[in-house]
């Protein structure tokens, strides 16, 4: 399972992994020839509200050093702030104290990152509450690019990379979303999950990877059924995972490539390999194939990565 030479670097997000140790998750990991890990910080891996985070963390660094894993930290956790309410308080939630709740867990995350040397901190918008006035300009947006700048502000300060994703039915959804937020908010970088090109918007995958190839801050490949935000392994939706890997190639995109198969801890003992190898079959495929029939090379794509 040697990856071909020059080619990505692929991750595997702990929200698949909960019920592994991430002791133990990390291990498999490794010996499967992952690059990388994404770390869902949760209550099953590395809690960032347990004692010792600190002291936790360099131990989680020296223990990914030690493996070779790259990392990215993911903040999608479901329950983590709110044990009753999914994905809550967010960033446009309307309880001033609320979206303080999750601009220090953010904060917390980035330095969680710091401490790992992570490639990147991912987070996100939230659901738009029933009523809510969520127009350019409107309330909020209002709350969003507050939240945003605050983050991406600290994170600059951590030397971390704050990467923004547009998350089916949330207030950015999309690239184009992403577009007018990083518009108001300097420094900000598009984590990509191409996915979700399949439910909202109007690029492809592989055009979402040309189009934004400056911007990538990270990245997710996990196949979808076209209009259903359901995250599956590769070969069980409607991507065209040659196409999107060959884009990532063509842009020369060198960070951590990431499956967030969160439906799938039952069965991560088997998919860990058989995702990596599918993967890895599919960025040969795309190899193979005329440049006008993987993507549309040139295409979106900036002069310098041609």
């Known amino acids: 399972m040697t990856p071909p ?14 019920s592994h ?13 992952y690059d990388g890990v994404a770390l869902t910080v949760d209550v099953a891996h590395h809690d960032p509200f347990a004692p010792r985070l600190a002291s936790r963390t ?7 050093d030690r493996l070779g894993l790259g990392s990215t930290v993911e903040t999608g956790a479901r329950f983590l702030l709110d044990p009753r ?13 609320g979206r303080a709740r999750r601009l220090a867990f953010l904060r917390r995350c980035v330095d969680i990152a710091a401490g790992l ?19 350019p300009g409107g309330t909020a947006w209002g709350r969003l690019v507050e939240g945003v700048r605050a983050v991406t502000a600290y994170a600059a300060g951590r030397g971390v990379v704050a990467a923004f994703e547009p998350e089916p039915g949330m207030l950015v959804e999309d690239c184009a979303g992403w577009s007018r937020l990083a518009a108001l908010v300097p420094g900000l970088r598009l984590a990509l999950d191409t996915g979700h090109c399949l439910v909202a918007g109007d690029l492809t995958p ?4 040309l189009r934004h190839a400056g911007d990538l801050g990270a990245v ?37 490539v990431s499956l967030e198969l969160s439906r799938d801890a039952h069965r991560a003992d088997t998919l860990v390999r058989s995702a990596l190898e599918a993967l890895r079959d599919a960025e040969r495929a795309a190899a193979g194939r005329p440049r006008d029939a993987a993507v549309p090379y040139g295409a979106g794509v900036p002069e310098g990565a041609r």
């Open 5 to 18: 030479a020059g080619g990505l670097r692929y991750a595997y997000n702990t929200n698949g992994m909960t």
């Open 117 to 135: 040397g992570s490639e990147a901190v991912s987070f996100w918008a939230g659901v738009p509450a029933a009523g809510t006035d969520t127009s």
């Open 85 to 97: 309410r999914k994905h809550e308080p967010t960033l446009i939630t309307a309880d001033p104290a």
């Open 58 to 64: 360099a131990a989680l660094a020296r223990r990914l």
């Open 206 to 209: 592989a055009q979402a990877v």
């Open 21 to 33: 140790r991430l002791h133990d998750a990390l291990a498999l990991l490794a010996d499967t020839g």
């Open 220 to 256: 997710a490949v996990e196949d979808m059924p076209r209009g259903r935000h359901e995250h599956r392994a590769p070969g069980e939706g409607d991507m065209d995972l040659p196409a999107v890997l060959g884009a990532l190639r063509a842009v020369r995109y060198g960070g951590l």
